[in-house]
């Protein structure tokens, strides 16, 4: 086979040619010559991750019908009337679920998210996520049949991050306040429903919205807002009639706004409101002065709030490894300071990553984090004393993922991620399970905070908010 001498000389020239027009292309074409320049500080990082679109917060009302006002009974906020997650009003509530008990009463779909109910006067109101109209919606729903009453809403756009809104509002006679997922302040007369007054934090403190949108609970305390807005400010409040705000607390080090809400304490006859923030936990009085700083206490996500008993000692706890702290807080010639009493590991003690522990007949309950070696996602009791000493503990059996739980009638209900809700008896001594039924079919992180008033329980898992009797 005679072999083409001229084609074969030519392929080291062809060759040697393509690579030749290969460098000079590398050389003088430009891939980014249709990009522009970043300058650093235009994503305005570090000013709360602002953006440029406009968010007219509460700017649309829709009334759909009235209701009567036959209930009285009041669940006004996050961790009930006294901030401890205790339902105090002696209505007796079922043992068990035999017969029809625990039956849905009725139910709503909603946007994703982790948002519980505050319930005032039979009315249930809730701060959902509406995926259709991108917007943070307030729902007004009647307790007894969950016709929804009225909605206000407002346009802003959010990214579904592990769901979406994850606030309780604050309820009383005369007002309402939320707090939306990019940290929009709402208030509005209870009774009307108007807007009273708006705070954008994110622009106007140059706050940063925390990791999973915002989880603080806002705080009404006699006629006044408190926030904790981080970036420019630490804390403020604002009057709930005017919109004027009283004071604003200094925030030096930049402390940011955590997942954890306020709460209000008195100590030694001193008002003042405890905060745990992303930098530090901090006491502030009710006229905006800082009393104590524990800088002690810092770690990134902190979602449980602080738990304050009468003797001064203050129970703080986080997720992802942060474990927990007591401390001491004392007062002398009107100074205040805290001692560090334990600090330790979820493996080690009573430690809580989503749900705030509650105090109850001198001892904590809590659910362990998944981290919390043999305890993991067990009910657990401690003595505040010793914290480290697990008096009980659920069982194997009996482990409860995030979900939340409330104190009630002598019992715990306690809802598991999966939609399951448990009754357990209320004793220092040992754990005792009653009873559990599946409330929602297939469900899935059923986080949000309980709610109960005359009789009825609200809760939710991700997607879908239900009612129940528990009445007995």
Known sequence: MKRNNKLFKAIPVVTALFFALMLTWYLFYSPTKNFSQTVPGLDERGKGNLLSEIINIGEFFERFKNSDTSLSDSWPRFRGPDYDNIYKTGNALINDF????????????????????????????????????????????????????????????????????????????????????RCHVMCLARESGDLLWSIDIEKEYESETPLWYTGQCPLIDNGIAILATGGKALMIAVDCATGEKLWEVPNPDNWKMSHSSVLPYTFNGKKMYLYAAVGGAVGISENGRVLWTLPEWNTNVIAPSPVAMPDGKIFFSAGYGAGSMMVQLEEQNGKFSTKILSQYKPRDGLATEQQSAIFWQGHLFGIMPKDGGAWRNQLVCVHPDNPTNIIWASDKEHRFG??????????????????????????????????????????????APLAIADGYMVLRDADKMVCINIGN
């Open 98 to 181: 035999s017969g029809n008990r625990g039956e849905i009463l009725w139910q709503h779909q909603l946007g994703e998210g982790h948002a519980g109910s505050a319930i005032f006067d039979g009315k249930v109101y809730l701060l959902n996520y509406d995926e259709e109209k991108r917007a943070d919606m307030l729902h007004c729903y009647y307790l007894r049949t969950g016709d929804e009453l009225w909605r206000r809403w407002y346009k802003v756009n959010i990214k579904r991050n592990h769901g979406m809104s994850r606030t309780v509002p604050a309820v009383t006679d005369d007002f309402i306040l939320t707090m939306g997922p």
């Open 402 to 447: 995030l979900g939340p739980f409330i104190w009630a009638d002598g019992k715990f209900y306690l809802l598991n991620d999966d939609g399951t809700l448990h009754i357990i008896k209320a004793d220092t001594r040992g754990y005792q399970h009653l009873d559990s039924k599946v409330i929602i079919e297939n469900g899935h992180d059923a986080w």
